[in-house]
């Protein structure tokens, strides 16, 4: 059973930065790429960044490309989501998934951007 959990949310200044983590279990996480959604309030869930199995190759939405950076420790079962820069735009509920995988999301961390 996939298991997905994220955590390094919280409030912050704009300006600020914030390093959220997804540990992952249930599968074989070297063998798949991870993605990062958000959800911001009143908004559908949208995509903000990929990162291959072995994190050759990342992909970013135009909205934070240049502010935010994607990475994954294979040995720790972890992909990060390096955020710089924030901007109350960027406010949302941050969600880790795999690649592939539309069904199974963990609960999410909570980013608020605001001075």
């Known amino acids: 059973q996939v298991q997905l959990e994220e955590s390094g949310g919280g409030l912050v200044q704009p300006g600020g930065s914030l390093r959220l983590s997804c540990v992952a279990s249930g599968f074989t996480f070297r063998d798949k790429g991870m993605k990062w959604y958000r959800q911001g309030p009143g908004k559908e869930r949208e995509f903000v960044a990929t990162i291959s199995a072995h994190g050759d190759f990342v992909n970013f939405a135009a909205s934070v490309k240049g502010r935010f950076s994607i990475s994954r420790d294979n040995s720790q079962n972890t992909v990060y989501l390096q955020m710089t820069n924030l901007k109350p735009e960027d406010t949302a509920v941050y969600y880790c998934?795999?690649?592939?995988?539309?069904?199974?999301w963990g609960r999410g961390t909570q980013v608020t951007v605001s001075s």
């Open positions: 998934g795999v690649w592939g995988d539309d069904d199974t």
